[in-house]
Every structure is written in structure tokens, then in C-alpha cells.
């Protein structure tokens, strides 16, 4: 863990153990490669050789002009990939996460080797009504964490959570056209109690000419800790086989002759 140059500033940055091709774990909005990593890391540490950074404005990055509209998270993507990883890579991404890795593969495929989509909603139509966001409703603990890690003011919690909700009301807008160009493997995962509508989640699946879809029952939008070890039981058998599904009763499939 150390702070890499990356666009011309830090982030704090993540390096797991060199066993086999590299995935890039992807954090999700207003939170941190630490909340992410702790579930992720250990089942595929032995398989895979693992990155991470915290985005700007992120964990212990600290906030760049723009930095939490999604175009620019994209093009942090791309960039830590290019200068940091220089190679192609698997990308798991976790809710803003998800959008994000959707966005590199669309612009720079030739970055993508695959995608595991969590959570992911293309465009905000596909989010549930959700309550009005009250500072009050912060925690102190949270608080207090925010202040430890971050090397922005304190203050800036409530103006970063403010400032994202509003950006979540118009962002992302991934058309699904171009979403259908995406030509790696790519697991749809959601819960399924998830914010994410479930009609949303099987439209991703749908246009993805190689997608996948595993909906973790028993789970909402933070299905990742809730069922790790079935979340990260298909991650790893998909990240491991990505051959092209052939199954007994293909119907939106066509099994290969």
C-alpha cells in the first residue's frame, strides 16, 4: 500500500501477490478499497495477481477538481491501468465500481479482459426511489473514521455524500448500445433485494453479447459482505473459466457446433 502518481496526482494504491493474470478490484461510490478488499483479496490472492487504488476523493486520495462525476472516474481507469498495471486486466467492480469498469471496456477495450459487473445501474432510472440523504443520519464513528483516512478536511464528508447524490441523479448514462459492443465475458451479480431494479440488472445481462447473470438471494446492495463466500465463489469460478457457456437447454444461448 503507498501512494502512486497516477494523471499527475496521488492515490493511494493496492499490490497482492503476483500468482496469475491481474484483476483490478474496483471500489464503490463514496467509499474505499479497504471496505472492498477485505472480502476480496483473500479468496483470490492464490489465483490472481490483485490491484486497487482509492479513487480521488476517495478513501485516502484526496479530492481532484471533477473527480466524482464518472467520466472522469473512467478516465482515472484507464490511466492507472495504462501507467501503474500495463497490461490488460480483469476488472471486478462493486456498484459505482461496476459502472466504472462497463465505462473503461467501452473506451479502451483493449484494457478489458473480462468484467464481474456488481450492482452495476447503467443510467439512474435503474436505482429505487431511496430516502432523502440528513447529515444527521452520518454516525459518529463514521465520522471519525472519515477524519483518520482522508486527507481532505474533515467538513468534506457531508459535501462529498451531497455532492455525489446529485451527481447519482443524472449519472451514469451508459447507452446500451454501446453496452452490447462489449465483447469480453461479463458476470452480471446483483442481490436481490438489491437498489438496483431487477428488470435493470437483466437488461445489462441481456445486451452483453458474452454476459452472465447471478442474482445472490437472501442479499440487498451490500451482497458482497453479506454472502461473501457465494459472491466470491462465482467470481472465482468465472475469473477461472471463461469459456463460453455451454449448457443442456441453451435459449438465449446457442451452444457452439
Not at 459482505?225 to 443442456?248: G, W
Request: charged residues 20%; hydrophobic residues 40%.
Amino acid at each position: 500500500m503507498k501512494y502512486l502518481s497516477v494523471s499527475g496526482y496521488p492515490l493511494w494504491s493496492f499490490e497482492w501477490a503476483n500468482n496469475g493474470e491481474v484483476v483490478l478490484l474496483l471500489h464503490g461510490g463514496l467509499s474505499d478499497t479497504d471496505s472492498f478488499a477485505d472480502v476480496m483479496v483473500e479468496p483470490l490472492q492464490d489465483s490472481f495477481h490483485l490491484f486497487a487504488y482509492d479513487r480521488a476523493g476517495h478513501g485516502r486520495s484526496a479530492d481532484q477538481p471533477g473527480s466524482f462525476y464518472f467520466d472522469f472516474q473512467r478516465d482515472e481507469a484507464i490511466a492507472f491501468i495504462s501507467e501503474v498495471i500495463k497490461q490488460p486486466v480483469h476488472l471486478v467492480g462493486y456498484s459505482d465500481g461496476a459502472n466504472i469498469a462497463l465505462m473503461v471496456a467501452i473506451a479502451r477495450p483493449d484494457l478489458v479482459k473480462s468484467i464481474v459487473s456488481i450492482a452495476a445501474n447503467f443510467n439512474p432510472d435503474g436505482i429505487v426511489d431511496l430516502p432523502e440523504f440528513d447529515p444527521a443520519g452520518i454516525s459518529d464513528e463514521y465520522r471519525a473514521y472519515y477524519s483518520e483516512m482522508s486527507p481532505d478536511a474533515p467538513e468534506t464528508l457531508v459535501v462529498k455524500i451531497t455532492k455525489m447524490l446529485e451527481i447519482w441523479k443524472v449519472e451514469p448514462n451508459i447507452d446500451l448500445a454501446d453496452i452490447a459492443q462489449i465483447n469480453v465475458p461479463t458476470l452480471v451479480m446483483a442481490g436481490d433485494d438489491d437498489v438496483v431494479k431487477h428488470s435493470h440488472s437483466i437488461e445489462l445481462f441481456e445486451a452483453l453479447p458474452l454476459g452472465q447473470l447471478a442474482i445472490v438471494p437472501g442479499t440487498s446492495h451490500g451482497l458482497v459482505k453479506e454472502k461473501p463466500e457465494i459472491v466470491t465463489a462465482i467470481i472465482k469460478s468465472f475469473l477461472n473459466d471463461q469459456s463460453y457457456p455451454v449448457t443442456r437447454q441453451p435459449i438465449r444461448r446457442t451452444n457452439p457446433a
